[in-house]
């Protein structure tokens, strides 16, 4: 797939959810999300060196089942790249 169609496809995924919370704890900020039928994402941007951005779903963390389980959670989730959560 080729880089422009790729990104085109990761902004259509995100598009379909809706930011719910954001919090910032020192270089990482955390952007909690949710899509009409409840699937949560949690985003975590961290800026210590480099900006990194990381996802964290139910695919990549399958005991945290609801968004409100995933946000009070939130630090300590597995993160991975997008192609790893959806």
Known sequence: MA???QKQVHSAIIKQY???EVETV???TYVG???L???WLIQKIDTTSNVVISYATI???TTTT???AAWTARAA???GDFSEVF
């Open 66 to 68: 609801s968004y409100t």
């Open 59 to 61: 695919k990549n963390n």
């Open 33 to 35: 999300k949710e899509n």
């Open 37 to 39: 039928v409840g699937a």
């Open 18 to 20: 809706g930011a719910n």
């Open 26 to 28: 020192g270089a990482v």
């Open 77 to 79: 989730l597995t993160y």
């Open 3 to 5: 880089y422009g169609t």
